[in-house]
């Protein structure tokens, strides 16, 4: 079946600007995270959305970021005013309900000039 | 101090060596470890799963965890070229969502 898909996978934007990210879970599957991944470094987490549960923003590392989980499915993590460090790759994973395994998508490379 | 710590290598072997990498944590709550392969420009694929301490072994895989020790290994045999890429740990406790990754251990299987 179809795996964890993400668009763009490349995004060049100006610092200052505004950024959407798109995530497309794995069907069936209920949780669904945001994770940042800087060169050389492990995956730093976002967000947790869980059902219909409120989500889990901990992760967030500014208030210029958010995301929203639209029908329990797809999910859009925004960046606005984007800042150099925020050239990242980001990446979505989603898992089956209770489980601890995460399948991820490709990720979107994000370039803030 | 981080609450897992992985060595980043790079870690740079013969064809057909055996691979030792290692995590260590500090967190006795967490109950499910995992590692994740990682190919360049690539997202993190499930490579093992296990659930507190002992051993697993998926084919050339096998995966350690000891619990008393906060460490935990992945073994590699007969290693290929194709094994040449970065390998993350990662675990969770029981009852929460939250998994905590190490940095990477960056693999090199020269032919």
């Known amino acids: 079946g179809a795996g964890v898909s993400q668009s763009p996978s490349n995004k060049v934007t100006e610092k200052g600007k505004d950024v959407e990210l798109r995530c497309d879970p794995i069907s069936g599957h209920t949780a669904l995270y945001w994770y940042r991944q800087s060169l050389g470094q492990g995956l730093e987490f976002l967000i947790y959305f869980q059902g219909n549960s409120a989500p889990d923003k901990s992760g967030l590392p500014s208030d210029r970021f958010s995301a929203e989980r639209t029908g329990g499915s797809v999910s859009t993590l925004t960046i606005q005013r984007t800042q150099q460090e925020d050239s990242a790759v980001y990446l979505c994973a989603s898992s089956e309900p209770k489980r601890n395994e995460q399948f991820f998508g490709p990720g979107t490379r994000l370039t803030v000039l | 101090q981080k609450e897992v710590e992985q060595d980043p290598g790079p870690l740079s072997v013969p064809e057909g060596a055996i691979v030792s990498l290692n995590c260590t944590y500090s967190?006795?709550?967490?109950?499910?470890f995992m590692w994740y392969r990682q190919y360049s420009r690539k997202g993190p694929e499930l490579l093992m799963y296990?659930?507190?301490?002992g051993n697993k072994e998926d084919g050339r895989f096998t995966a350690q965890v000891d619990k008393s020790s906060k460490y935990i290994s992945l073994f590699i045999r007969d290693s290929q070229p194709s094994d040449s890429a970065t390998y993350l740990c990662?675990?969770?406790?029981?009852?929460?969502?939250?998994?905590?990754f190490g940095a990477g251990t960056r693999l090199f299987v020269k032919a």
């Open positions: 990662a675990m969770s406790g029981t009852g929460g969502f939250k998994t905590i």
């Open positions: 967190n006795s709550a967490f109950q499910y």
């Open positions: 296990t659930y507190s301490s």
